[in-house]
């Protein structure tokens, strides 16, 4: 009689697939609960302890440990010295291994979960029958997921095995598996030991979606999810209407939200190409709305929108003007999603912003042969502790205007400079070579608008002082940069020249 041993944290659709299994001939070797599950059912089962004459010690954590049962797993029925040593043991093949693990992830993913539940939710038995298993694929059917019961069952019916193939994919399923399950254990046992940069890194990420393309019609992608991921993030948005995201439109959604993130008051967030083209901040979001598309009304046309508040009918009525690609807010008002939701590709998404101050990870970019990995930018900085180098020192409100083009500059693809004053940016140059170039960008986009309370911000600082010169002939009264320059009294000399005030924070937010 074959022998299929079934041992299951995740119970559904379990009393089916056993029956099944049963009508195939299959004798069944259980444990625990799921043998309490399948005996409740009426399924006949053979104890653990009977296959291995051994008590199950030390509250559960040995118990299917034993040659019986990894004998019965790894022994190779083509290899005639293998049958013999299993006949002369009185070890009996198994056949087929159902097992998932102990709820490791589910366990570390509660609130104040502490360290001593944790370690016991730990399955070190479960692995590794499922490895001897996965090893020994040419012989024995090897179970993980309950979403391949099916499949199992129908090879069963069909031709009263499973096939070669079969076996070979649930064994690389079940190696994918304990990988990732070693992986979550790994990292937390390296947090909790306060291991900052580990020898290995391991890291895992479950298939979230298959993208119709990637960042270009040609190329293939995928969507993997972080294991545990921030409540505040991409993955956790969730989407209520419009066609499936993109590859390009998840990259900049995720810079849109980084933006969203650092501001408290009513603020809307225009992205285009992984940049800010628009920063609005009001008393009402509609408010910010409007400032926001006035920042730069051309760039924002196919954008990514971020509203930090619930969007309204007259905020909705506004944007559905425009074509745009996603907006993201903590809610809709029904009338406000109603006419947004008449567009049939405007993707619309709704994200927990109350989780925004949520630790961040760290981020992870991958280059040729390996991975660069990071703290995320995600300094809180008080204007108080900025340096003021020149004569005249900025005013209050100066100071709070100098802070918002600093936190907009900061998500700015470097070389970056952003002009604001109190209510939204103005002009923004991002991503060139140079930052006399960045400046004539952000000058020209924002030239009409600059007035006494426009302010420039410099994400790094002024190799030579064009730079202050350029935006003081145009207006601008005060500058933030980091300062650090071999001529910073070259930039603070032209500033003093022009009556401008200048701080410098001593921190630089390039973001390549």
């Not at 559904?12 to 599950?37: C, D, R």
């Not at 921030?230 to 900049?252: M, R």
């Not at 930090?308 to 999603?337: C, Q, S, W």
């Not at 802070?403 to 900061?410: D, G, I, M, P, Y």
Request: negative net charge.
């Amino acid at each position: 009689m074959k022998r299929a041993l079934v041992s299951v944290s995740d119970k559904k659709n379990l009393v089916p697939f056993v029956s099944k299994l049963v009508e195939h001939g299959f004798e069944i070797i259980s444990t625990g609960g799921t043998k309490h599950a399948l005996e409740e059912a009426g399924i006949s089962t053979i104890s653990v302890e009977t296959v291995t004459g051994f008590p199950e010690i030390l509250d559960g954590r040995v118990k299917t440990l034993n040659p019986f049962i990894h004998g019965g797993l790894l022994g190779r029925r083509d290899l005639p010295e293998h049958v013999e040593t299993m006949k002369k043991l009185h070890i009996k093949p198994i056949d087929l291994v159902c097992v998932n693990l102990y709820p490791f992830k589910e366990t570390i993913e509660k609130k104040d979960v502490d360290f001593e539940t944790a370690i016991e939710n730990i399955d070190i038995g479960g692995p590794s029958m499922l490895r001897s298993a996965a090893k020994n694929f040419h012989d024995v059917t090897v179970v993980v997921d309950a979403d391949d019961y099916a499949l199992v069952i129908k090879e069963l019916d069909e031709r009263g095995e499973t096939s070669l193939k079969t076996r070979s994919k649930l064994s690389a399923k079940v190696f994918r598996h304990t990988a990732a399950y070693d992986a979550l254990i790994a990292n937390y046992l390296s947090e909790q030991a306060e291991i900052e940069a580990p020898e290995k890194l391991t890291l895992t990420y479950e298939l979230e979606d298959t993208m119709r393309y990637g960042e270009n019609s040609h190329q293939k992608a995928w969507f993997y999810r972080d294991a545990l991921p921030k409540e505040y993030s991409i993955t956790n948005a969730k989407q209520l209407h419009g066609k499936q995201l993109s590859y390009n439109n998840i990259k900049d959604a995720d810079a849109a939200i980084r933006i969203a993130r650092e501001f408290a008051e009513p603020t809307v967030v225009a992205l285009k190409h992984m940049n800010p083209c628009g920063i609005g901040r009001a008393e009402q979001i509609e408010q910010a709305w409007d400032r926001a598309y006035e920042a730069d009304s051309i760039s924002i046309f196919g954008g990514v929108i971020v509203l930090n508040r619930k969007v309204d009918l007259k905020t909705a009525e506004k944007m559905h003007k425009l074509f745009l690609e996603i907006i993201i807010a903590p809610g809709f008002d029904d009338d406000a999603y109603t006419i947004l939701a008449k567009k049939k590709n405007l993707r619309l998404l709704t994200l927990d912003f109350a989780k925004k101050d949520e630790p961040a990870k760290k981020e992870v970019v991958s280059v040729m042969g390996g991975l660069l990995v990071q703290e995320q930018d995600v300094l809180q900085e008080d204007p108080n502790n900025w340096d003021v180098v020149t004569e005249n020192a900025p005013t209050r409100s100066q100071l709070q205007t100098l802070l918002f083009a600093w936190k907009a500059v900061k998500h700015t693809k470097s070389n970056a400079i952003v002009i604001a004053n109190q209510e939204r940016t103005l002009g923004i140059g991002a991503g060139q070579p140079n930052r006399i170039d960045s400046t004539k960008i952000a000058v020209k986009h924002a030239l009409d608008a600059i007035n006494d309370d426009a302010v420039l911000a410099s994400d790094a600082f002024f190799p030579m002082d064009d730079c202050v010169q350029y935006a003081a002939e145009h207006g601008i009264k005060a500058i933030v940069q980091p300062g650090g320059s071999i001529r910073d009294k070259d930039s603070i000399a032209m500033a003093d020249k022009y009556g401008i005030a200048m701080v410098t924070t001593g921190v630089r937010h390039f973001r390549h």
